[in-house]
């Protein structure tokens, strides 16, 4: 402090010193003698505040003393000039002159000290602050170790994190299912009271290296069995087509953006039709939540995709997006008839369309070869004992899916689709098969994140057939499923669900079936 006090003294003398060597004139100028002249010669010399140098008409930027009389004016603003615009600095001081400048000097000086130290701290504030630290000494202590604290476990965790580009996400699924009913379907005993529990678990690495790209990596290990009711129909769709206790690589993918509006995903293995585009379902929870049901989930015309591939979305605009995406099942085996592209596949094109954030439309279509609908009765899967194994065959499939939020506690949705299957080997013939469904959700039921749903529908049922070993299917068969997800906390979920099939893979001749699943997901 005592040289800031120091060095304002030192740079009034400046201006002082300064001031006697130039000539500038003052407001405050007074005459030295009792002349008339004299006097006259002062009053007209009666000067102006100025704000910049350049109002002086006679000071040039190569005059000697240009820089200080700058900083004086502008800087410090003590400088006057005569009403004609000019300084004269070649003109004498009078001891009048000198005196008002310099007060008019000292007095901006004055100012811009006050200004700097109005906020400074005064020995009254030390003290008062010092008394303070004293009286919460030990709160004080106490504050200082428990930062102590946190800092050491900061260091920590940035000693032992496990990466500062992938998150570790993890999940379980444990479901307990059985049919409860003890009848036959397909001309075969279903059989009754036969409870099962399995489990699907995930280990997912989500990784990013630009912030906009995601790699994911999932481990998984799924032992679920949908029950065996001698139909494709009500099959579970957590449950594994190859149940196993093994970790494996279920899932690997390469997302990344090409432009603002584009997006493109590169999918080793474990891809499906949410990787590619949305489903336009609220119960589409991939198996972990919402419907239980492989065709609660999403239209079955989704399941001819294959698993390994590419995928583009594009957004046309804010309401419209484009989605493409070309996977296939085959595309790692290097034998004849396989591959990428000489294998079987599934090729996907759908506009999805959001006028707002309650209402969705996709309309799909799928090419397909050598790949069958997700679910469905044994002549819609092409899963009949009569059809000859090895037959290859293409499909065309169309599909309309719609979500309609009436409010935001209850949800209308549904979707309809019609395959045309082609048989290109030995008999050939064509197959026509329809599905469609109709959903309601109930989001928030209760508690929120709680669901409830209801799912009304008629699973792919082949209407017309010139097929060898794919007939006609006789009847309609209903699915009709319930469920009730419960959020016990962030991390635990329970889902009672309950599915009715009315006569079974499209046959009267088949019972009605009841199948319970009580579903358990822990993610963390």
Excluded at 67 to 72: C, E, I, R, V, W
Excluded at 299 to 317: E, S, T
Excluded at 432 to 441: F, K, P, S
């Amino acid at each position: 402090m005592q040289k800031f006090w120091t060095y304002l003294i030192t740079s009034s003398s400046v201006i002082s010193s300064m001031l006697c060597m130039s000539s500038g004139a003052w407001a405050e100028t007074l005459p030295t003698n009792n002349s008339e002249q004299q006097v006259n010669n002062i009053q007209e010399q009666e000067v102006s505040q100025v704000t910049s140098v350049s109002q002086l008409s006679d000071v040039q930027p190569n005059d000697w003393a240009f820089q200080a009389l700058q900083s004086l004016v502008e800087r410090y603003g003590c400088i006057a000039g005569y009403p004609n615009g000019t300084f004269r600095g070649n003109r004498a001081l009078s001891r009048y002159e000198f005196a008002a400048g310099l007060n008019a000097c000292l007095d901006r000086v004055n100012e811009l000290i006050a200004t700097a130290t109005a906020d400074l701290t005064t020995k009254q504030d030390l003290a008062t602050i010092q008394k303070l630290q004293e009286q919460f000494s030990t709160e004080l202590a106490t504050l200082r170790g428990r930062v102590d604290t946190v800092e050491a476990k900061t260091a920590e965790l940035e000693a032992n994190q496990f990466s500062t580009t992938t998150k570790l996400q993890g999940q379980v699924v444990a479901v307990v299912s059985d049919v409860l009913t003890n009848k036959t379907v397909n001309n075969a005993d279903i059989p009754g009271k036969n409870t099962t529990l399995g489990a699907r678990t995930r280990v997912k690495f989500v990784s990013s290296f630009t912030g906009q790209d995601t790699l994911l990596t999932i481990l998984e290990s799924n032992n679920i069995n949908s029950p065996n009711i001698n139909t494709p129909e009500g099959n579970l769709f957590f449950a594994s087509s190859d149940p196993g206790n093994n970790f494996s690589i279920a899932t690997l993918s390469y997302t990344f953006p090409v432009s603002k509006n584009t997006q493109v995903k590169l999918i080793a293995t474990g891809g499906a039709a949410d990787d590619v585009t949305s489903t336009v379902n609220l119960f589409d929870g991939d198996g972990a939540f919402g419907a239980v049901s492989t065709f609660g989930t999403r239209n079955p015309i989704y399941g001819q995709l294959g698993d390994k591939g590419i995928a583009v979305n594009h957004q046309l605009g804010d309401k419209i997006g484009l989605s493409l995406g070309y996977l296939s099942s085959t595309a790692n085996n290097p034998t004849p008839g396989n591959g990428l592209f000489d294998g079987n596949y599934g090729a996907l094109a759908q506009l999805t369309v959001k006028p707002s954030d309650r209402i969705s439309l996709g309309l799909t279509y799928i090419n397909s070869y050598n790949k069958s609908l997700a679910t469905g009765s044994n002549n819609a899967t092409f899963t009949n004992p009569n059809f000859a194994s090895g037959t290859n065959f293409s499909s065309n499939s169309y599909g309309v899916e719609a979500s309609l939020g009436i409010t935001k506690k209850l949800v209308l949705g549904g979707w309809a689709g019609y395959t045309n299957s082609q048989v290109l080997t030995g008999t050939k013939g064509k197959a026509e098969i329809w599905n469609y469904a109709v959903t309601l959700g109930l989001p928030d039921l209760g508690k929120k994140g709680n669901l409830a749903g209801i799912i009304f529908g008629m699973e792919p049922k082949v209407t017309n057939s010139t097929v060898t070993g794919i007939t006609k299917d006789p009847n309609t068969s209903y699915h009709v499923e319930g469920f009730y997800q419960y959020k016990v906390s962030d991390n635990i979920t329970i889902t009672p669900a309950v599915i009715w099939l009315t006569a079974p893979n499209h046959d009267d001749s088949s019972s009605n079936l009841v199948i319970g699943a009580l579903r358990t997901t822990f993610s963390f």
